[in-house]
C-alpha cells in the first residue's frame, strides 16, 4: 500500500511540471479510446436495463439514485481501467476526468435551479453523457455521444412521466428539445476550448524550441511586451552583451538595459506595424551591433523581438577598405594624372579562362584610352605583340605564364604571379613591364580566370638599379643615357650641381654644359673627349666601369674634385648609367690614410728592426749557454778521474741549462701572454716559505755581484696564501734581478713587503729599490715594452732578452696588481709590484716531502719515443727505487696495458708527442679498457709544451697530471707521491 501512495505521489510532481491539457488529450485521443468505447456502450446498455427494470417493478422514484450509483461505479471502473492502461498517463487521465465531473456539477447545480429540483434527473443524464463527450474523439464520436445522450434524456423523461402518470408529450419534447440544445451549446464550448487549447499549447511548443534555439545562438535576442516594455525574455547572448546576471522577470527594458526611469526617446517599437521590420545600428558598450525588430505575438502577448548581431569587426573591415578604397582612389588618380602626362604605364589588360583557354577580353592601352582586342590565342608572348615589336621573355616565364603553369600554380595554393621582362615597343623604346596575374574562381560555374595586367615600370626599374649601384658607389648626380638615340634622363642632382640656362634633354647639350665648369681649356678638352658616347662604349667593351676624374667649380665658386663613372644600366637596352660623385674629402681621406699607412709601415720597420735585434740578442744569449753546455760536457769527459773537478763542471752544466731553460721560459710565457691564452695556476702556499726562497735566491745573486741586500717583511695577515706562487716569485726574482744586475759592486739592493687585508683579500706591496745606473727619463715609457732595451750594449755587458718586464707587469695584472717604475739616471730605479691574493687562517699549506721518499715495490710504465729522454727518465724513477717498463709508442704502451694483469702497473709517465700513436689517443683507448684497474689509473702527460690548451686536451683525454719538459726531479717526485703513496 505504501508503495502505491509513492507511486502516485511521485506521478503527481511530474504532473505538476507537465502540461496536463495537452498530454492527456493525446493520451486520451491515441491510448485510451478503445476502453472509453466500451465503457460508454456498457453505460448505455446498463441505463437501458436499469429503465426497463425501474418501469417493470414500478419503483420510478429510486430511478435518480440507482443511476447515480451505477455512474460511481462507472467513474471508478474508468479510474482504475485508466491508470492500468498505461501507468505513466493514468494519472494526468484521472485529473482530468474529475475536473470534467466539478463541471458536470456545476452544470447539474444550474439546471436544478432551473428546473426546480424535479427535472434535475434528466439534466443530470444530459450532463453525464457530455461529459464523455469531452473525453472521447473525433468528431464521429461526439456524433455518437450525442445520440447516447438523448436517449439517455429520452428514456429519463419517459420514466418520470410515465412514474407520474402525466404523459404530457409537449412537455416531453420540450425537456427532449432542452436536453439537445443543452447538449450542443456545451460541445460547442468544449470544442472552441479545445481548440483554443490547442493553439496555445502549439504556441507554447513553438516559443520553448525558439528559445532553445536562441539560447544556442551567437546572436543576442530579447523579447518584451509592447506595451508594458516589460522583458519577457533574454537569451544567454543578450545577457552577456547587457552584464545582466541577476533575474529579469517584470522589469522594464529601459531599466534593465539603459538604467533609465523612463522609455528610450525614439523607440522603435511604439511605431513599428505588424510584418515590417525595424533595422540600425547601435553601440553598446563600446561594441556595434545590427539590430533588427519586428512585432511578434509571445505566448498570447503582443510583443517587440529585437535581434543584436555584432559587427564591431565587420565596421573595422569597412573602415580600413574604406580607408585603403580612398588610398587607392587617390594613388590611381596620381597614377591616371602621369599616365596623362608620360606614355600609358599599362599597357595591357586581359582576361584568360584558364578552363577553356581562351582569352575573353584583352585591352591594349593608348594615350587615347583603351582599344579592345578579340584575341584567341593562349600563348603569353603572342599576345604581348598586340602592342610590342620585340618581346625578351625568357622560356621559363613564358612556360610559368602559360594555361597550364598558371593553372598548376593555382592548384598549389598560388593566388597571384608576378614577372618582368624588357619589351620594344613600335617606336624603337624599350621598356620594362611587369606583369602581375591574379588568379580567381568564377562562383556560378567553377572556371579558373586569370586577371593579367602588363604595367610599364621602365623609370621604376631605373631606379632599382640605379639604387643598386648608389649604395655600392654613392652619387651626387644621376644620369641616364640612351646610347643610341643621346636621350637623357637627369634622375638626381646634388648639392654641386650648376644649374643650366635652358632645360636640356640630350646628352650633347648636357655634356657642354658640363664642359663649362672646368677650370682651364685643356682640362675641357679632355673631358669632351673622354665623355664621348663613343668613347665610352669602346671602353665598357673591356671593363665594366669606366672612370673619368675631373676637378669641377660648385655653385660656390670653388673647384672640387669630381668622378665620373660611366657603366651599362642595361646593356640590352643600350642605358647608360653616368654617376658625378664628388671625391674631394676621399682624396684628402685617402692622402691622410696613405700618411697614416707610411708611419704604419715605419713602426713596422722599427718594429722589424727591434725583432731582428732581439733574434740577434736572443742568438747570443742562447749561444752562450749552449757553448758553456757544450764545452763543459767535453771537459767533464775528459776529467773522469779527478771527481771534485767533475762535480764543479757539472755544478756549472746545470747553472747553464737553467739559465738556458729560463731564457726559452720567458720567451713562451710572452708568446702565451700575447695571444691571451696565458692562466694563473691557483693553489694555496705557505707566505713564510715563498719570502725565505726568494731570499735565498736574491742574497746569492747578489753575493756573486758584490752588491748589499736587505729584506724588510713588516706584516703578516696569513700564513697561508691562495694564488699562483709561481708567477709572484717569477715577477720578485725578476725586479730582484735586474736591480742586482744594474747595480754596481758596493750598491744595495733594498726590498720591502706590507700586506693589507682588502675586502676579504690582500693587498701585497712589495718595493724594490736599487741605487744603481737608473733609467733615462725618455725611456720610462718604454722599459715594460717587449725586445726594448735602453741601450743595445746592455745586453752585451748585462744579457737579457728584454721580456722579462713585460712578462712581469702582465703577470702582476692578471693579479689584479700592476708595476710601476721611478727612476732617476745614475741615481737608481723603484720599482713597486701591486697584487691581490686569497689567504685562509684556518689551515697550513701541504708540506712536500720528497728528499727521503721511496717508491719500492712500485711499477711505473714509461712511454717516450725519444732515446736519450728514455734514459734520464728512467734514470731519476730508478733513483726512487721504482721498477721501470718502457714502450717507444702509444701503441705500444696500449698492448702492454692489455696484456697485463689488473692492477700491475701503479702509474704510467706518457709523452704527448710520438710516432704510431700519439700520448692522448693511447690515454683514451686505455681508459676505455674493459678493466678496473684502467679508471684509477694515474696517468701522468709530459709534454714541451706547457700551455693552457695542451693541460685541457690532456685532460680531457682522462690525463691525472701534466708535467712539462724539461721535467723537474722535485716536482715529478712530488706529482708520483701525490697519486701513488698514500
Known amino acids: 500500500m505504501m508503495k502505491f501512495w509513492e507511486d502516485w505521489k511521485e506521478k503527481l510532481k511530474k504532473f505538476l511540471k507537465a502540461d496536463v491539457l495537452a498530454e492527456c488529450r493525446q493520451q486520451v485521443d491515441h491510448e485510451n479510446r478503445v476502453v472509453l468505447c466500451v465503457l460508454n456502450s456498457s453505460m448505455v446498455c446498463l441505463s437501458f436495463m436499469l429503465a426497463f427494470y425501474i418501469l417493470w417493478r414500478k419503483q420510478a422514484d429510486y430511478y435518480h439514485e440507482h443511476m447515480c450509483i451505477l455512474?460511481?461505479?462507472?467513474?471508478?471502473?474508468?479510474?482504475?481501467?485508466?491508470?492500468?492502461?498505461?501507468?505513466d498517463s493514468g494519472i494526468r487521465l484521472s485529473v482530468l476526468i474529475a475536473v470534467e465531473y466539478v463541471a458536470i456539477g456545476s452544470c447539474f447545480a444550474m439546471n436544478h435551479i432551473i428546473f426546480g429540483g424535479r427535472e434535475s434527473t434528466t439534466a443530470y443524464y444530459l450532463l453525464v453523457g457530455l461529459a464523455f463527450c469531452f473525453l472521447v474523439r473525433p468528431i464521429q464520436m461526439y456524433l455518437m455521444q450525442a445520440g447516447i445522450t438523448c436517449i439517455l434524456a429520452v428514456s429519463s423523461c419517459l420514466v418520470r412521466e410515465w412514474n407520474y402518470a402525466k404523459l404530457d408529450l409537449i412537455n416531453t419534447m420540450l425537456m427532449f428539445g432542452m436536453s439537445v440544445v443543452l447538449s450542443s451549446i456545451v460541445m460547442w464550448f468544449r470544442m472552441e476550448i479545445l481548440k483554443k487549447l490547442d493553439d496555445r499549447e502549439k504556441v507554447l511548443g513553438i516559443t520553448e524550441l525558439y528559445q532553445s534555439v536562441l539560447d544556442e545562438s551567437q546572436t543576442a535576442a530579447y523579447v518584451r511586451d509592447i506595451c508594458t516594455y516589460e522583458v519577457l525574455y533574454l537569451n544567454r547572448k543578450a545577457k552577456e552583451i547587457f552584464h545582466i546576471n541577476e533575474k529579469y522577470a517584470g522589469k522594464n527594458c529601459y531599466t534593465l538595459f539603459y538604467q533609465q526611469k523612463i522609455p528610450c526617446q525614439g523607440c522603435p517599437a511604439a511605431e513599428l506595424k505588424r510584418d515590417k521590420i525595424w533595422q540600425r545600428e547601435k553601440k553598446i558598450n563600446e561594441r556595434f551591433y545590427q539590430a533588427k525588430g519586428k512585432i511578434i505575438d509571445w505566448c498570447g502577448r503582443e510583443a517587440y523581438v529585437e535581434y543584436l548581431t555584432d559587427i564591431t569587426d565587420t565596421k573595422k573591415m569597412e573602415t580600413q577598405m574604406r580607408t585603403a578604397h580612398e588610398k587607392l582612389q587617390q594613388k590611381y588618380q596620381e597614377e591616371m594624372m602621369y599616365r596623362d602626362a608620360v606614355s600609358g604605364e599599362i599597357l595591357t589588360t586581359s582576361r584568360l579562362n584558364l578552363t577553356k583557354r581562351v582569352v575573353e577580353d584583352m585591352r591594349v592601352g593608348t594615350k587615347d584610352g583603351y582599344e579592345k582586342m578579340y584575341a584567341k590565342v593562349t600563348d603569353f608572348r603572342s599576345r604581348m605583340y598586340a602592342y610590342a615589336k620585340k618581346v625578351y621573355l625568357t622560356e621559363e616565364q613564358n612556360q610559368r605564364l602559360s594555361p597550364d603553369g598558371m593553372l598548376d600554380a593555382f592548384k598549389d595554393g598560388v593566388n597571384s604571379l608576378s614577372e618582368e621582362y624588357v619589351a620594344q615597343l613600335d617606336s624603337g623604346r624599350y621598356v620594362w613591364v611587369r606583369v602581375e596575374v591574379n588568379l580567381l574562381q568564377k562562383p556560378e560555374n567553377g572556371e579558373i580566370i586569370a586577371f593579367i595586367y602588363n604595367h610599364d615600370v621602365t623609370r621604376e626599374s631605373k631606379l632599382k638599379q640605379i639604387l643598386e649601384c648608389i649604395m655600392t658607389f654613392g652619387y651626387d648626380e644621376i644620369y641616364t643615357v640612351d646610347e643610341y638615340t643621346g636621350q637623357m634622363d637627369e634622375f638626381v642632382s646634388g648639392q654641386y650641381a650648376l644649374d643650366s640656362q635652358a632645360e636640356q634633354d640630350q646628352y650633347e647639350g648636357e655634356l657642354q654644359c658640363l664642359a663649362?665648369?672646368?677650370?682651364?681649356?685643356?682640362?675641357?678638352?679632355?673631358?669632351?673627349?673622354?665623355?664621348?658616347?663613343?668613347?665610352?662604349?669602346?671602353?665598357?667593351?673591356?671593363?665594366?666601369?669606366?672612370?673619368?676624374?675631373?676637378p669641377l667649380r660648385s655653385k660656390n665658386g670653388k673647384y672640387r674634385q669630381k668622378q665620373i663613372r660611366c657603366m651599362y644600366l642595361n646593356q640590352q637596352t643600350g642605358t647608360l648609367l653616368l654617376m658625378l660623385s664628388d671625391v674631394e674629402d676621399i682624396v684628402k681621406e685617402e692622402k691622410e690614410k696613405q700618411e697614416q699607412l707610411e708611419k704604419a709601415l715605419k713602426m713596422a720597420e722599427a718594429a722589424n728592426e727591434a725583432k731582428t735585434k732581439f733574434l740577434a740578442g736572443m742568438s747570443h744569449e742562447i749561444r752562450t749557454p749552449m757553448n758553456a753546455i757544450i764545452g763543459l760536457n767535453s771537459m767533464i769527459r775528459s776529467s773522469l778521474d779527478d771527481r771534485e773537478q767533475v762535480l764543479d763542471y757539472t755544478e756549472k752544466l746545470d747553472s747553464a741549462s737553467q739559465y738556458l731553460l729560463a731564457l726559452l721560459n720567458d720567451i713562451l710565457d710572452m708568446s702565451r701572454i700575447e695571444s691571451g691564452s696565458m692562466k694563473l695556476a691557483i693553489r694555496a702556499f705557505e707566505g713564510d716559505k715563498f719570502w725565505d726562497n726568494v731570499n735565498m735566491l736574491a742574497k746569492a745573486q747578489a753575493v756573486m755581484a758584490g752588491v748589499g741586500y736587505s729584506f724588510e717583511r713588516r706584516k703578516t695577515i696569513s700564513e697561508v696564501y691562495i694564488g699562483d706562487s709561481t708567477r709572484l716569485e717569477q715577477i720578485m726574482v725578476n725586479l730582484i734581478n735586474n736591480a742586482v744586475k744594474f747595480t754596481p759592486k758596493g750598491g744595495n739592493v733594498n726590498v720591502s713587503v706590507a700586506e693589507q687585508e682588502t675586502d676579504g683579500r690582500v693587498q701585497l706591496t712589495a718595493v724594490v729599490s736599487d741605487n744603481g745606473i737608473g733609467i733615462a727619463k725618455d725611456f720610462l715609457p718604454k722599459v715594460f715594452e717587449i725586445f726594448t732595451q735602453e741601450h743595445e750594449e746592455n745586453t752585451r755587458v748585462y744579457g737579457g732578452s728584454g721580456l722579462g718586464l713585460s712578462i712581469a707587469r702582465n703577470y702582476a695584472r692578471m693579479m689584479d696588481g700592476d708595476i710601476t717604475v721611478e727612476s732617476a739616471e745614475g741615481k737608481g730605479t723603484v720599482f713597486t709590484v701591486t697584487a691581490k691574493l686569497d689567504f685562509d687562517r684556518r689551515k697550513k699549506a701541504r708540506k712536500e716531502r720528497t728528499e727521503n721518499i721511496s717508491f719500492e715495490g712500485k711499477r711505473i710504465l714509461l712511454v717516450e719515443d725519444h732515446p736519450l729522454n728514455v734514459i734520464v727518465a728512467k734514470g731519476l724513477l730508478e733513483k726512487k727505487q721504482f721498477e721501470v717498463v718502457t714502450a717507444e709508442n702509444g701503441k705500444k704502451a696500449v698492448e702492454l696495458v692489455t696484456d697485463a694483469p689488473e692492477y700491475y702497473f701503479d702509474a704510467i709517465l706518457m709523452d704527448i708527442r710520438m710516432p704510431v700513436l700519439d700520448g692522448i689517443e693511447a690515454a683514451r683507448q686505455i681508459r676505455a679498457l674493459d678493466r678496473a684497474d684502467v679508471k684509477e689509473l694515474p696517468i701522468i702527460a709530459m709534454t714541451a709544451n706547457a700551455g693552457d690548451e695542451d693541460r685541457r686536451q690532456t685532460k680531457e683525454a682522462g690525463m691525472s697530471e701534466h708535467l712539462a719538459k724539461p721535467i723537474d726531479p722535485k716536482l715529478l717526485y712530488t706529482t708520483l707521491q701525490k697519486f701513488i703513496l698514500p
Open 516 to 550: 663649362d665648369r672646368v677650370e682651364t681649356p685643356e682640362e675641357k678638352k679632355r673631358l669632351s673627349e673622354a665623355m664621348e658616347l663613343s668613347n665610352i662604349r669602346e671602353h665598357l667593351k673591356s671593363q665594366d666601369v669606366y672612370i673619368v676624374e675631373v
Open 71 to 87: 455512474y460511481a461505479a462507472l467513474f471508478l471502473i474508468l479510474l482504475f481501467v485508466s491508470f492500468y492502461s498505461k501507468r
